[in-house]
């Protein structure tokens, strides 16, 4: 038998899947009905005993199970994947049918038809349908292993791009790992028609839910990592409207850093921006961290590690981790040891509000740039029991890494910040607003250090990000939790922003906050929907609840306060806000020595409340 030949004549039967299931479905009830007669009168009776309006009969029960098989939408089941809980559908559907059948015979009077055949006739359909899909699905197993020399299921591949990227894709994949590729998109006139990889150039991109369901495709795969962000975008959008998993080859960044094309990775967030890339000053920032011994607090977090990356690639004297949590710490000392053996790394254990301890490290190592990207940052859980802890790591914590940079000559401090710090409405934002006043504060104390902050918005995969918990819930099959239908937030990859936040140290003077352009506001709740369907699900099979705003939650991130402005920098994502110099934040030493004083007192919420509304003003507008 010519099995390439089976093959090839059910890929192209596939985009009629449903229709061709639901025929032989009603054909297989009315060959059941012919059976169910056969025994219940025998060869001898089998037509001679029917009355005369039994076609009828049977015609009428045929409309009813194919109204009831789509209903319970048993064609859309894979007749391949066949198993014990389609079985139970199509017990679920038979029962149905035949219990509406027998009751509109008798409810019609029509005493002739057996009631044996009638009760019988669900059973007899049942087993036949089952068996049917039985079969197919030992014909299917049988025949990928005559082609393929195994019965495992393989992945049906169209790549998106003809260029390098694809030829190199396909002559990594092809036939392997599970993988059979059918062709390729690409919009180039050229390569229309033609074959690549020896393969054909089905169509143009905006051609993918067609050719898809023409070649029985299962998955998409997207090889332009060379194209523009806008380009590799809309390829995006177009894979996402075909309904199949979408997964692409690793980019122009990831290439560079030793990734293979052939390693297909899923979609991921900051594939979805379509942001151009960052250019930075390469010659400032190695001018500026090159053969420097440089200190990062919470250097184990998502920032800090990312940061503590970056800074790597510039040659650094010396790197000195500074994280309170042990595992963090371990966690990115074996990455730094493995990615950058030469690196000379110094670990250390210790808080950032141990004002004895920072002054041992700054003696011991004398940084020469420091980043504080120690902070508690999660918006909910810092607003209901934990504000007095969030107050004093957050401000404190940043009072005392910068008094300890000032003492020991240190040449720059960079404190991260965040959007959240502008007009807060909650307390970590309000904590971070406060902690821009101490960089403001030290900066005009005459110190030799430069004191300088660096504001974003959401960054991409960091820990407490939605993207980790959305991509959990949608393994599980949703739903997908958005807390408003129109809660936007801006989005950075953590890459991104360490890298803008590395070239604000070598810009920044003293007393500046530098803002990142972060592109435009994202909707959380289209975000959701992108990765459902990159994942190869439809909206109406992973839904998206709607489960309100959390405690101190905004609806709409800022970066700017309203009397604030921007002035630009030589890098184009980088900008310095010009900040609002109200004489109500002139009282911060008298109110962080306040703080300090009370330091060992307990406070509850209410009173962390009341102790940044003093400083902050109407700024502070959840008081």
């Known amino acids: 038998m010519n099995w390439q030949f089976l093959d090839t004549l059910l890929t192209r039967l596939r985009p009629h899947r449903e229709a061709l299931a639901l025929l032989l479905d009603v054909l297989v009830v009315a060959i059941a009905w012919q059976a169910t007669y056969l025994f219940r009168l025998g060869f001898e009776r089998w037509f001679s005993a029917r009355p005369g309006y039994d076609g009828w009969v049977m015609l009428g029960l045929l409309a009813i199970y194919a109204a009831v098989l789509w209903g319970l939408r048993v064609p859309k089941g894979m007749w391949r994947f066949s198993g014990f809980g389609e079985v139970k559908r199509l017990a679920v559907a038979c029962l149905l049918a035949g219990l509406v059948g027998m009751a509109a015979v008798r ?43 195994t019965a495992q299921e393989q992945r049906r591949a169209l790549v998106m791009g003809a260029g390098d990227a694809g030829r190199l894709l396909v002559a990594g994949i092809q036939h392997t790992q599970g993988w059979v590729v059918v062709g390729f998109l690409d919009d180039d006139v050229s390569k229309r028609g033609g074959r690549v990889a020896g393969l054909p150039v089905l169509g143009t991109l905006s051609q993918v839910s067609a050719v898809a369901a023409a070649q029985g495709v299962t998955h998409l795969l997207v090889a332009m990592p060379a194209a523009s962000p806008p380009q590799r975008h809309r390829a995006l959008d177009l894979a996402a ?137 999660h918006v909910p859980l810092m607003e209901v029991g934990n504000a007095a802890v969030c107050l004093r790591n957050n401000v404190l914590g940043t009072y005392r890494a910068c008094k300890a940079a000032a003492e020991f000559g240190v040449e720059r401090l960079v404190l991260i910040s965040t959007d959240k710090a502008v007009n807060p409405t909650n307390v970590m934002g309000a904590t971070k607003r406060a902690a821009e006043l101490v960089i403001s504060h030290m900066a005009g104390q005459g110190h030799v250090t430069r004191f300088m902050a660096v504001r974003f918005g959401n960054v991409l995969g960091s820990s407490g990000s939605v993207i980790p918990k959305f991509k959990e819930q949608i393994a599980r099959g949703g739903p997908v939790t958005v807390t408003h239908p129109d809660i936007t937030r801006y989005f950075m990859t953590i890459p991104e922003a360490a890298r803008l936040v590395v070239q604000a140290a070598a810009l920044g003077k003293t007393g500046q906050v530098f803002v990142l352009d972060m592109g435009e506001p994202v909707k959380i709740a289209e975000l959701a929907r992108s990765l459902i369907r990159m994942s190869g699900h439809a909206d109406h099979e992973i839904g998206i609840a709607y489960v309100g705003l959390r405690p101190g939650e905004k609806l709409y991130e800022e970066l700017l306060a309203d009397a604030d402005a921007t002035m630009p920098t030589p890098i184009k994502q980088l900008l310095i806000a010009r900040l609002d110099d109200s004489p109500r934040h002139a009282g911060i030493a008298a109110w962080l020595a306040q703080i300090e004083e009370g330091e060992d007192a307990p406070l509850d919420d209410g009173d962390v409340r009341v102790r940044l509304h003093a400083l902050l003003g109407v700024e502070y507008r959840h008081a």
């Open 107 to 149: 409810m019609a009077h029509l005493q002739a038809v057996p009631r044996a055949v009638l009760a019988l006739h669900p059973l007899f359909t049942l087993m036949l349908l089952a068996m049917m899909r039985m079969g197919y699905r030992m014909l299917y197993e049988h025949m990928r292993s005559r082609i393929n020399g």
């Open 241 to 377: 409207g075909s309904g199949l998993h979408v997964l692409t080859v690793p980019s122009g960044d990831e290439l560079l850093s030793g990734r293979r094309v052939n390693e297909v990775r899923d979609i991921e967030p900051e594939d979805l921006l379509g942001r151009e890339p960052i250019r930075l000053d390469e010659g400032g920032i190695s001018e500026a961290i090159g053969d420097k011994t440089v200190l990062v607090t919470g250097a184990g977090g998502s920032i800090g590690a990312e940061l503590c990356r970056q800074v790597a690639r510039y040659g650094p004297r010396q790197l000195v981790l500074f994280e309170l949590s042990e595992y963090a710490l371990y966690q990115i000392e074996q990455e730094l040891s493995e990615r950058f053996p030469h690196l000379p790394l110094v670990r250390l254990i210790g808080d950032v509000k141990d004002l004895s301890r920072l002054r041992d490290v700054f003696a011991a190592h004398r940084p020469h740039v420091v980043f504080h990207a120690a902070a508690y940052k």
